[in-house]
């Protein structure tokens, strides 16, 4: 299976509309049209070609790229019922949310810099001919209480891989939420044709340490005294699993 790429899209303005989505984000029609400058008629058609190709597609009047990662699963426990599913534009603001509340304290640094990212950013999903990013969510009544987000650098010898960072938020663990949607983002991984996930933790956050191992990654390396936290320096722990 090929490593995920951007989409081949040889005219010059339907890769500038693609280029723009994906730029912006959900965005209506006619805001693209008019940033763009393109006329009704041929932006019209310049849609339907990338509506057909499965590039773009538009989701409650607005377009967005186009990023199938499977359908919506659902689970219950005796605890809880929850759903998992990949992340929508309209769900950054509760996502960013649920991410700062997880990390609390600060211990998961990679996990404070996504949400920073993509605060600044106002978009979630990113296919570029740099990046690609994607994220599931695990959702309560509609509420995000955890995510899983992978991040994939188109550079040659990077491409196999992919940075991972996962939380849920504290009311929520201990209910096989991580777990499962470590599981949605190794599934989707693997689907890519990547061959290795990667994380990298504050030695203090020992919690998480203990699930990634649970769960097949192994410690590649310790950088140590790399963060300073509350004054104090911290290890960090570089962990790693392959497909």
Not at 22 to 44: H, I, N
Not at 102 to 129: C, F, M, P, Q
Not at 156 to 181: C, D, F, N, P
Request: proline share 2%; with cysteine.
């Amino acid at each position: 299976m090929e490593v995920l790429e951007q989409p081949e899209i040889s005219h010059d303005d339907r890769r500038d509309l693609y280029e723009y989505v994906e730029r912006e984000g959900a965005t209506k029609p006619d805001s693209v049209r008019r940033a763009l400058g393109m006329e009704p008629r041929q932006f019209g058609h310049h849609v339907a070609i990338l509506k057909r190709d499965s590039v773009i597609e538009e989701v409650e009047g607005k377009l967005r790229v186009a990023f199938d990662a499977g359908e919506q699963e659902e689970y219950e426990t005796k605890d809880v019922s929850y759903t998992i599913r990949q992340a929508r534009e309209e769900d950054l603001t509760g996502l960013v949310g649920a991410i700062r509340e997880a990390i609390g304290s600060g211990e998961y640094v990679k996990a404070e810099t996504v949400a920073d990212i993509v605060d600044s950013e106002g978009v979630l999903i990113r296919h570029n001919e740099i990046e690609s990013r994607m994220f599931f969510v695990a959702c309560v009544e509609g509420d995000v209480v955890g995510w899983v987000h992978l991040k994939h650098v188109d550079l040659e010898k990077l491409k196999h891989t992919a940075e991972l960072t996962l939380g849920v938020l504290e009311a929520y663990r201990g209910m096989g939420i991580g777990s499962q949607l470590l599981d949605r983002g190794v599934s989707w991984a693997d689907e890519q044709g990547l061959e290795k996930i990667y994380n990298a933790i504050p030695a203090s956050n020992e919690s998480a340490i203990a699930f990634l191992d649970d769960h097949g990654f192994e410690t590649e390396a310790v950088r140590e005294d790399h963060y300073k936290l509350n004054g104090h320096y911290i290890d960090e722990v570089m962990m790693a699993r392959g497909l």
